[in-house]
């Protein structure tokens, strides 16, 4: 079996251009292949920009996911960023490092992974950079996108008062790590722990949902929930100045999964929207294309500046969310 | 001494934006603290992006470079790219993945030296990442620029003819790392051997004569050397499909350094320019107003699609320049 090592720097990149294939959308002015790409800009829109990594070891482990499902994830990621922001994908940069002795068959999964993704929502990979790593797996993927001026989503506009909408079910990849880590057999999983797994491993950015909402401009706010329910309510009422209360009861939770699960356990990606209770119908109305994606309404904006859950009619603090840099 | 483990992941994002400061030019529409970044696009230019990483054990070691150096180096090399285009930088993101080992006295360092060459070339820090490290030091960074739509300078678009001119010395970075792998103390350095030490650590990107030749239109193509004279030499020429031949005696060797640490050496970052001979007065009197940097013709792009050097009348092929993952 080859190994990086024995290909070199110049021909993996050849291979990541054959992999990327053709896409080359008329705004890109420069592709791979140059010191830097560029890119026409968006006309009467922002340009709006995130990065995102994933480190093996800390979000991902070789025995438990193939290098395809990482590279999926890793492009996941940054592509959700900018469903919270509202923001349609323009171009992507994939930066890679990797130790010598990875197998060319596991650089191609990667690869691949990465580029059906892109390929699927229509974003071409423009740049990027390739590096040997001394220890693990490390991949930085830049999502380049725009957002009409008046339509970017951000976590700081909504007021007190304003209902908060979370799309599809959460609390399925923490169960789906959880999984991993008990080291159970895939062949041996049933339906519901699987498709947990499939959460965890391969999660689906929300693009088509959030510029849907963005350009009904019916949203106050929006965040990702890559840290979880909780962390990203809290990071949304502080971006905005209230507080929050969420009802237990209401949260979608998916099967497989609990509510600890739904609320600390982070990588769902679905979005949660703050929106003015005079929107809501229309919220629900754009929405209603989205055929099998559940929009649930789970929690208000509160004037009082703290952050709440609701259990049968008692309420509580918030749970913190992830943190990097914390003894969990 | 803390350590990063102590002040959680929040904490740090606070430090850094402490450190950052409130340089926010115009444009930034959204900066640090959001799902992603969002800039005003520039008028009648491209979008230009760029990303490049350093990785601990393979880019620096710490037992020789202070975490200021890190930290300036890892903008560098980014703006670097960007004055090889000709373009002004707009905007950076900053990724960072570290050991939850790492002092924050380290940290702090690493910033510092990052956020002060922003502040040189008044380029704001709109956003990035943190996360923890299982292994090395994982520093990538994303820079965006703008370029005239008509002034980019690509490493295409050279001729046959074309005459090629380097910036400043060549060699000193690679004779600077040598010193350091041969564990010389910094007390005992000569000038010569601190200047070169001092190439290598933090290297200075020519955003200054990138956008002042970009401007002027008196460039055919441009590259920057960050896998030294040869590899960029044979890259520019490939790009633009020409030959090229280099003459081995005027090519700027920074004393300390030799012609093969000039040719092989990489991470000086300097500019190689291809200009027309009909431009050659217009380029260099454009170059005039950078007293300190000296320009120097050094070859020429040919029709014959070879790579040479001439040494006192015979050519010779040009060697390769650095390549991650071919063994060395």
């Known amino acids: 079996m080859k190994a990086l090592v024995d290909l070199g720097e110049r021909a993996l990149i050849e291979r990541i251009r054959a992999r990327a294939g053709d896409v080359a959308p008329a705004w890109v002015a420069l592709g791979i292949g140059d010191d830097a790409a560029a890119l026409e800009p968006p006309r009467g829109a922002y340009d709006v920009l995130t990065t995102d990594s994933l480190i093996e070891g800390v979000h991902f482990r070789r025995d438990w996911s193939s290098c395809r499902d990482v590279g999926h994830k890793a492009l996941a990621v940054n592509l959700s960023d900018l469903a919270a922001m509202g923001a349609r994908p323009r171009g992507v940069l994939l930066s890679l490092a990797l130790p ?165 356990g982070g990588e769902d990606y679905e979005l949660l929207f703050a929106v003015s209770p005079r929107q809501q119908r229309r919220f629900l109305g754009t929405l209603r294309v989205m055929k099998s994606l559940p929009i649930t309404l789970i929690g208000q904006l509160t004037n009082a500046r703290d952050f709440c859950i609701e259990h049968d009619g008692r309420r509580e603090p918030l749970p913190d969310g992830f943190s990097h840099f914390t003894e969990q």
Not at 159 to 182: H, K, M, N, S
Not at 192 to 213: K, S, W
Not at 222 to 246: F, H, K, N, P, W
């Open 100 to 264: 010598t002795t990875l197998t060319v068959e596991d650089f191609d999964q990667l690869i691949d992974g990465f580029v059906t993704l892109a390929a699927e929502h229509r974003v071409p990979l423009i740049g990027g950079n390739l590096t040997r790593s001394t220890g693990p797996i490390m991949i930085s993927v830049v999502a380049v996108g725009e957002a009409q001026r008046r339509r970017l989503l951000t976590r700081a506009g909504a007021r007190p008062g304003d209902l908060l909408f979370v799309t599809g079910t959460l609390g399925g990849a923490a169960a789906g790590l959880a999984i991993l880590e008990a080291g159970r057999k895939r062949d041996d999983l049933d339906a519901e722990a699987a498709a947990c797994v499939a959460r965890y491993e391969a999660p689906e950015p929300r693009l088509r949902c959030g510029t849907i909402v963005a350009r009904s401009r019916a949203a106050t706010a929006c965040i990702d929930l890559s840290d979880g329910l909780a962390a990203g309510a809290r990071q949304l009422a502080e971006a905005s100045r209230t507080g929050v209360v969420l009802k237990a009861s209401e949260i979608p939770i998916q099967p497989g999964a609990t509510l600890d699960r739904a609320l600390a």
